[in-house]
């Protein structure tokens, strides 16, 4: 019934030509964390995997102090993710499911937050961290990043669909607070967007770098993208080793995000074409 | 009485709790920096000795800070030379992926990927491609005859090499917004189309990309907010200094430099200041710009 068309095999082509390309950098990534770096400037260029990998790990470990780095980073991304995945997801759920007074008004203002650009409040953050005391602590990632604005917007859409007023009334006749509703009625809910704002947040938390770089300066913390960036200031010579590290950098994400993938990506774009 | 109103005053107690973990981190880390910086534009300090009220100083040197300018100059020519091959690209993309192929979702994933994994790891694996005597790129140009690119050396080049990694990173999720967009359209047109007697060129100009006119502006007004915000590819890529002649210099790299590697907190502050400005300005034009041809064609009809 179904046959190919020669259009259709034309365009299949050119969409898996196009997904090599865009995976080609992975690929050259391992090959070359696998490599010598004699090897990896050397003309043509090398293809192929070579029997170096652990060796040029071991020397990442060695050379800086990578593995309190993946530690400190997934302190940070899971400690912001599960903070995020609470917080919003309460300030969503009374959002949506509850009318008290001034509650469109805050909204509004939450919406306007949007518009506060990152670096017109970078300095004065910096220096509240250094009142705090938080300079190069962990702490100065996660407080500022333990709720926002995106989250709750994104997940009062999806909550104000998905949660039956009728549960609602239920869990009051039988009872229940509004901390009760919440957690036994509005979470397990949730659950799919929770999903999606976890995910989301993990992979921002994990990748986030300028803050990090600016807070964490002179300190024994890094998380793992502030560390690659020292590594290749330090380790420009061996560049087999910063493959080897951002290779180790990026196979915990990769795997995270492979999970979640089919579900992630459809509410990026259910997101989109609803907003 | 008194009772009913105290009561009544409690009464959403649990509610204000629920919302307030945003809104009071959002008034120490937001409202009040926001506020604080723009005392600090006022101001001449490095962070340690005492501040130095100047008044508008610092203002007055910005407009005549060459450097400044050319980030802005930078930072625009950037955006414009990735973001228009990618929303080509990604329209490509789309296209494909909304017809009968096989393996959607693998390819889906795929074109997705780099959207996700970090700028500064990527950037690493990018410079070794950019190298002008081993890079991939120069060996590959020279399999069709070209010469070598100095990538990292030449201004030209080097926002080239910027936008080449811009548009890697953000083909895929484009692709996947514009899919979604081509997804939610009415098929009747279609079939309207083809009664008409219209070609898939036709119908894709006169019929897809019309209507997909909100899914392409919201692509154009995120990636314009995203463009001005241009860092972390050149600070790994060219360092603080934004490579040879500052061409790799973005308007936020040249923020970061004066105030977190210079210190110079104040210049620093009226620095993000008028990056603030830029930006609304740049969102009033995009919109504008998006606007006008949707009332025209409106009209045609």
Redesign the interface.
Known sequence: M?RTSPG?LL??G???V??LI??F??Y??AV?ASNTTAD??????RFWFGGHLFENIGEVFAKVDFFGSVLNTLVVAIATTLLVLF??S??A???AK?D??G?NV?FG??LA?FV?????????????M?KFGLVGSLNALI??A????FG?FWMRQYARGAIADELLEAARVDGA???RT?LSVGLPVLRPALAFLGIFTF?NA??D??WP??VL?DSNHTT??VA??QL?GLYVQD?AV??AG?LV??VP??IV??IG??HF?RN???G??K? | MTAVSANRRWR?L???L??A???V??A???V???V??LW?SFQRWN?VSEMKFVGLENFRFLLTDTAFWDSIGNTLIIWVMSTIPMLV?SM??AL??N?????K??????????N???????S???G??FSS????LN?FLGLLGVDPVQWLTDPWAIRVAISLMII?RW???NA??L???LQ?LPQDVYEAAKLDGAGPVQTFFRVTLPLLRP?LL??VVMSAIGGL?I??ES??LLGDRGGPEGAGMTM?LY??NT??ADND?GY??AI??G??VV?VLFSILNWRLVQRPARGNGGDR
């Open positions: 179904t259709t365009t299949y050119a969409l898996v196009g997904a865009t995976l950098p992975y050259q990534l070359m990896i400037y050397s003309s043509p260029p917080f919003d309460l300030a759920f009374t959002f509850y008290f007074p509650s805050l203002l939450l937050t506060v650009p990152t670096q017109l409040a970078a300095i004065p953050q910096f220096d509240l250094a407080i500022p333990a709720a926002n604005a709750i607070g509004f901390f919440y992979v994990w990748n770098y300028l770089l600016v300066i793992l993208q690659l960036s290749n560049y910063v493959m951002t950098a990026i994400l990769v995000f492979l993938a089919r990506i990026i774009a259910a989109a074409v907003g | 959403y649990p509610q204000y629920a919302i973990p945003f809104f981190l959002f120490i880390f937001g009040y920096p926001v604080y910086s600090l962070g690209l490509l993309v494909g992926l017809s009968s192929v096989r393996h979702g693998f390819l889906r994933v795929a074109y997705f990927l780099p996700v994994t970090s700028i500064v790891a990527m690493l694996v990018f070794s491609f005597e081993f890079g991939v060996w890697w083909t895929g999720y996947i917004i899919l979604a967009g939610a899914v919201f692509s915000q860092f972390t600070q790994i936020v923020f970061y105030a977190f907190f620093g502050a993000a200041w990056i603030f930006v």
